[in-house]
């Protein structure tokens, strides 16, 4: 069972460049989202999908897009990448009807580097 | 003022020992919350939900106390494999969404 798969796990970026991390499940999840970790800054939700075809803003969406076309994947694109947006990205999962305690499931992570 | 706030720590102690970490929140409509664990440059993963009546597993003791709107992890005889980052979660309905709100971590460094 692969759970949550994110690609790539590293990345380089300049300025102004665009780039699509890929967020993937295979556990029928409905809830997805994307976080980025800064050190001393915590977890930050970025988007999140409570199912295909529905996306809404987190705390922190400006430069971010996404899209949830299906169940299993969830997207997030840098459409002009910034130094500012240098982080590790982390898509998480959950199943929506276990409501309030449903555990999140994590990928490995995608470290970003905009240069 | 951070809608969930820890202390960075590091929490330093020597294996064997007792030790505690509190988390506040800032929203009373807060309806479930979480302990998770992250291990240096790694993913997080759930270590415990915390319920109302206060839950125990393991060495590991979680306690809620909704009044004062904190949430406590209680570690006791230490391990050097409990060296790690510790998240504290609180989720929160938006719209028919239940959406997790992370707090920065509290660091634990267990050493021989």
């Known amino acids: 069972n692969a759970g949550v798969t994110q690609t790539p796990k590293f990345q380089v970026l300049k300025t102004g460049q665009s780039m699509t991390l890929q967020c993937a499940q295979d556990m029928n999840h409905e809830y997805m989202s994307w976080y980025r970790q800064d050190p001393g800054m915590g977890l930050r939700l970025i988007h999140y999908s409570v199912g295909a075809g529905i996306t809404d803003q987190g705390e922190v969406p400006n430069g971010y897009n996404v899209s949830r076309s299906t169940t299993e994947d969830f997207p997030l694109r840098l459409l002009s990448a910034a130094p500012s947006q240098t982080s590790v990205y982390f898509c998480?999962?959950?199943?929506?009807?276990?409501?309030?305690?449903?555990?999140?499931?994590f990928g490995e992570g995608s470290r970003l580097t905009v240069l | 003022r951070k809608e969930v706030e820890q202390d960075p720590g590091p929490f330093n102690v020597p294996e064997g020992a007792t030790v505690a970490f509190n988390c506040t929140y800032s929203?009373?409509?807060?309806?479930?919350f979480f302990w998770y664990r992250q291990d240096c440059r790694k993913e997080p993963k759930l270590l415990m939900s915390v319920y109302s009546s206060g839950n125990e597993d393991g060495r590991f003791t979680a306690q809620l106390n909704r009044a004062s709107q904190y949430i406590s992890l209680l570690i006791r005889d230490s391990k050097l494999s409990d060296s790690a980052t510790y998240l504290c979660v609180v989720k929160r309905r938006v719209g028919g969404s239940y959406i997790p709100t992370f707090g920065r971590g509290t660091s634990l460094i267990v050493h021989p």
């Open positions: 998480a999962s959950s199943l929506r009807d276990r409501g309030s305690t449903g555990e999140l499931f």
């Open positions: 929203n009373s409509a807060s309806q479930s």
